[in-house]
Structure formats: C-alpha cells, structure tokens
C-alpha cells in the first residue's frame, strides 16, 4: 500500500503543475484571455500548495493539483457545460481536495483537543468545507457578474453544487481524521 506521503505523488502534483502551464500559454496564444487569466489562477493557487511540501502528505498536493487542472478544464474548454455529471463531479471532488487539505492545514494542531470528541471533528471539518463551498458559490456568481458571462446555470444548478460541495467536504472530514492520526503517530516514531 502507498503512503500518504510516497514521493510519486510529488512527481505526479509537479506534472501536473506542467500542464496547467501548458494550458495557460496555449490558452493565451489563441488570445483567449479571461481563460488565460482564470487557468493561471488555478496554477497559481495550486503552486502554493505544492511548494508547501513539509506542511502536508504528498497526496493532498496531488489530490489539489488534480482539482486544480479538473476545474481548469471544465472552465476554459466548457466541459462544466457538457451533458452529464461533470460539473457535480468536479464540485464534489474539488472541496474534497480544498477542505481536505485545508482541514490539516487549520484543525492539525489541535487534533489532541478533537481526538477526545471524533464527532466534533468531523462536524467542524465538514461545516468548514461546505462554507468554503458557499464562498465557490459566491466567486462563480461574481465571476458571471464580472465577466458577463453565464457561469451560474440555474437555482438548481447551485442547490446540486451544494449538495455536491457537501458530500466532498464529509468525505474529507472522514479521511482528514484518520489521516492525521496517522501522522502524528508517524511524528511520533521520528
């Protein structure tokens, strides 16, 4: 079984770092640029994770660069706007990646606090996911503002982000807990 922390996932975070730049030039040579604009941010905010190396497992700047790139995707080659589950999926998975890593980033320290209370734990991590989730929402109705452009489908579409969001961020609230038992033990034995 791999680790959280096998040296691969770096590799493979890094690659991905690679084509979000690749995307953001070819993006801008076709002259395209609020779509250059909008994959440089993901690159860039997907950077600091990656260059945060000591500060998280490996697999979550794997996990970030991938909702980074799924997400650039689905913004500058409309594949949110394709038939199927794309746009459901990629919310889903993204605040997957953001509250996961977010989480270890934030709660870590006080993880001998929670670990007497698991469901506090999970509660918390799960309401700071879907928060972050209802500030996604807010950039996307912004964007549309700002960018006069059809970002925002429908009420519904929003309500299923949501649901989306908040699946993703349980999930992460699950996986956060035994990860960073696992790491601290692991500290530990340093």
């Not at 993006?27 to 260059?51: E, M, P, R």
């Not at 689905?74 to 949110?80: E, I, L, N, Y």
């Not at 960018?147 to 908040?166: C, E, K, N, P, R």
Request: proline share 3%; no cysteine.
């Amino acid at each position: 079984m791999l680790s959280i922390n096998w040296k691969g996932y770096r590799f493979a975070a890094w690659m991905g770092q690679t084509l979000l730049g690749i995307a953001v030039l070819a993006t801008a040579i076709q002259g395209k640029w609020h779509d250059a604009i909008a994959l440089a941010l993901f690159l860039i905010v997907s950077f600091v994770f990656v260059v945060k190396d000591d500060k998280l497992p490996t697999l979550f700047d794997f996990l970030f660069v991938l909702a980074a790139l799924l997400n650039a995707g689905g913004w500058v080659w409309g594949w949110f706007y394709a038939p199927g589950p794309y746009d459901e999926l990629v919310h889903g998975f993204t605040m997957f990646a953001i509250t996961l890593a977010l989480s270890f980033f934030v709660y870590g320290p006080m993880l001998p606090i929670f670990r007497q209370h698991t469901l506090l734990y999970l509660v918390t991590i799960t309401s700071f996911g879907i928060a972050i989730g209802a500030l996604w929402e807010i950039a996307e109705w912004l964007a549309g503002k700002i960018l006069a452009t059809d970002v925002i489908g429908s009420v519904d579409d929003t309500v299923t982000d949501m649901i989306m969001d908040t699946l993703g961020s349980g999930l992460a609230a699950i996986i956060s807990l035994w990860v960073l038992r696992k790491w601290i033990d692991s500290k530990r034995k340093e």
